[in-house]
């Protein structure tokens, strides 16, 4: 006889209440940590990358400032969640972005000028899908969270080690589709991370008037998911928890959502006012918890890092930021005819038709 | 196969060849696992290739095709069911946003090959939220295929040729259609997805329609037929893209038109073909293009349908306003009764 709740899982254990970190902000390591410590190694690869994307970010605020960008939102704060996530993925792996996370897109190796495709007002995401593993910048709020479950389900079913990460803020976690998405992953037992970023703000709503939950790490357990609550201004600790989730994801463990305790120190985009919605003397409590300075505190004190380490890798964000400079033109490549090409496998008729009025209207038909 | 097949056994048929020709092949929703689907579509797939290949999923239809963005992505062509019209709604932001576009906003890099498949339409007696015409919602939507069939015969062809197609595309069954039947040998491959055929040939006035109102247009044409006119019924198959080729020049030769479906007129299916006729034809028609559609209110009540959706009467109705007599002189039309107000 079939019954209907044969495979009812066992309660996953509540996240805590509390964020759980590696490092302390003053960069000092917290005594029986949940997680093993990356190697030193892994920790100077993770503030390169937070460095270079730090000045990533500003280079790409001065080309919206500049009205070159059509807009950006800001990463500032949020460093350690963007990298630590990128660089617990293997190659293998699957990256969903949403239009925040330019920096996890920068450390997981895409051409930064590709990166700002989407931002610049274009209808392409850029960069290569396929090539590069990072599925296009999502702006519809969650919608690419159940793409990421059923691209994870069909790597699984093929044989196919490769995990998905899914990066989403916290007001994301109100959408339908991050419920659903979370709901397909656990029943699929699908090789997925939820990696929410909860950065206290969707533009001017703060996370009180979002959700009523203990933690939206919370929002995995009526799933039958492992939720886990961290500090998100700690490279260490979200590199070991996105390496672990992912880890467990791969052997068959089921997807695992993570709140990434953070900050967006910045206004949501560049034509955002916050001082209408929130005042400075939170911001000036976060700066004090800045994911650079920790991990770079932490390096020095334990002689990992040395200015000659510490220049090189500034070196390396300058020569990021002139790079974007230097390649980047705000204009999109393609033809005005070009909006036809892709929008079905053939051109149909219909818009053949169209493509030539429109060749004709710009006196190249 | 050969003998009478009905259309939901044709569909049957399709999956389960589609599912036996291409392992990326995979079909899911709500109840199509061992329970074949509430209409018996998917009926025995899961039996034969197992749970892999034909599932339940959970109940969120955002997420089905959410998932299925995510499978195409991957590679596999996965055959997602949408259990009735108005149940699609939830995964309106799915297939307008990502299903549509991803091929466009990957500048080609990123093909979805995926069926989403809707049983649509009313005439079969339901609940509310059972019988809605969705079509315009998916047809206005550039980068999605809409086709549907209205023969067993073109159930099987054109959904094969969906589940092949690179392009994603929005299936919809005529539900009312499910139990008709006709004498075909399967496998069959019939005209392409994308054209619209003639499905009566006649010279004095083309009826287009599409789906479930095929049947009524070739029951009018014939009805049309008894008393002298003659009737040409072009199925149009492919709502979007839309096959002008065909429906204009069956238009240029007879130089009038009716366009039928079952959906609200207004906003509706009938106004773009109406509209793309006047553009193509207009100096070889002999009177307005006409449109015969279901009501502008939200589909009634079971004992009220047959008063909604277009009848063979209603159509006649509208051959008859063809301004067959040429009596129209130029003069206005007299003004209309001053609106009774607080009647």
């Known amino acids: ?365 | 196969m050969a003998g009478t097949v009905s259309l939901g056994q044709a569909l049957n048929r399709a999956l389960r060849d589609a599912l036996a020709a291409d392992d990326a092949v995979v079909v899911y929703g709500e109840d199509v696992g061992p329970l074949g689907g509430v209409f018996r579509v998917t009926d025995g797939l899961t039996a034969e290739f197992g749970e892999e290949r034909c599932f339940d999923s959970p109940l969120a239809e955002a997420g089905i095709v959410g998932t299925a963005v995510g499978m195409a992505m991957y590679g596999l062509r996965p055959v997602v069911e949408m259990q009735f019209d108005a149940f699609a709604y939830p995964a309106f932001e799915q297939v307008v946003s990502h299903v549509a576009k991803m091929r466009n906003r990957t500048r080609g890099r990123l093909e979805l090959p995926l069926v989403i498949r809707i049983p649509y339409g009313g005439g079969i007696g339901a609940v509310e939220h059972h019988a809605d015409s969705s079509e315009a919602y998916w047809a206005h939507t550039p980068g999605l295929r809409v086709v549907t069939p209205a023969t067993p015969s073109d159930g099987y062809s054109m959904l094969r040729e969906a589940i092949d197609s690179p392009d994603p595309v929005v299936f919809l069954e005529p539900k009312r259609r499910y139990w008709s039947k006709e004498e075909a040998v399967l496998p069959v491959r019939t005209a392409p997805m994308d054209r619209a055929v003639v499905r009566r040939s006649g010279d004095d006035v083309t009826l287009l329609a599409y789906g479930p109102m095929v049947q009524t247009a070739l029951e009018a044409a014939a009805a049309a037929a008894e008393e002298g006119t003659s009737v040409e019924v072009v199925d149009l198959r492919s709502l979007s893209p839309f096959d002008d080729a065909t429906a204009a020049a069956s238009v240029r030769r007879t130089g009038r038109a009716v366009v039928v479906h079952e959906a609200s007129g207004f906003a509706g299916y009938g106004a773009e073909v109406a509209a793309r006729l006047t553009e193509q034809c207009f100096h070889f028609l002999e009177a307005p293009v006409l449109r015969v559609c279901g009501r502008d209110v939200p589909y009634p009540p079971p004992g009220l349908e047959e008063h909604h959706l277009p009848s063979v009467d209603r159509i006649l109705d509208a051959f008859d306003r063809l301004q067959w007599e040429r009596t129209w002189t130029g003069a206005p039309a007299p003004a209309p009764a001053p609106a009774e107000v607080g009647a």
């Open chain 1, 1 to 365: 006889m079939k019954r209907s709740d044969d495979a009812r899982g066992s309660a996953p254990p509540l996240p805590s209440a509390e964020p759980v970190g590696l490092v302390d902000p003053t960069g000092r390591r917290i005594a029986g940590g949940a997680y093993d410590t990356p190697e030193p190694g892994t920790l100077r690869s993770l503030l390169r990358g937070m460095l270079i994307g730090r000045r990533f970010d500003r280079q790409a605020g001065a080309l919206a400032r500049q009205g070159r960008l059509a807009v950006y939102p800001s990463s500032r704060g949020q460093e350690a969640c963007q990298v630590g996530g990128a660089l617990a993925l293997a190659e293998r792996d699957w990256l969903f972005p949403t239009y925040r996370d330019c920096v996890a897109l920068v450390a997981r190796g895409v051409d930064p000028v590709e990166v700002l495709t989407l931002l610049r007002g274009d209808w392409h995401s850029g960069y290569d899908p396929r090539g590069t593993r990072c599925a296009p910048q999502c702006t519809p709020l969650a919608t690419s969270a159940p793409h990421a479950v059923g691209l994870a389900w069909a790597a699984r079913r093929a044989g196919d080690d490769a995990a998905a990460l899914v990066m989403m803020g916290d007001g994301a976690t109100s959408e339908g589709d991050a419920h659903e998405a979370f709901n397909f992953a656990a029943v699929w037992k699908a090789p997925v991370v939820f990696l929410v970023q909860n950065n206290q703000w969707a533009i001017s709503v703060p996370l009180h008037k979002q959700s009523a939950a203990p933690t939206l790490a919370h929002k995995a357990v009526g799933y039958g998911m492992a939720g886990v609550h961290i500090d998100g201004n700690d490279a260490a600790a979200v590199h070991a928890a996105v390496s672990e989730a992912l880890a467990s994801a791969r052997a068959g463990g089921g997807p695992v959502l993570i709140e990434a305790r953070t900050y967006r120190m910045d206004p949501h985009t560049n034509s955002d006012d916050p001082s209408r919605y929130r005042d400075d003397t939170e911001r000036a409590h976060w700066e004090e918890r800045d994911p650079l300075i920790r991990l770079e505190a932490l390096l020095r004190s334990e002689g990992a890092l040395d200015d000659t380490a510490m220049a090189g890798f500034e070196k390396e964000a300058e020569s990021v930021a002139a790079a974007v400079r230097e390649r980047y033109s705000g204009e999109d490549e393609g033809a005005p005819e070009e909006m036809f090409a892709h929008v079905y496998h053939a051109v149909p008729e219909q818009l053949e038709r169209q493509r030539r009025e429109l060749l004709a209207e710009i006196g190249e038909g």
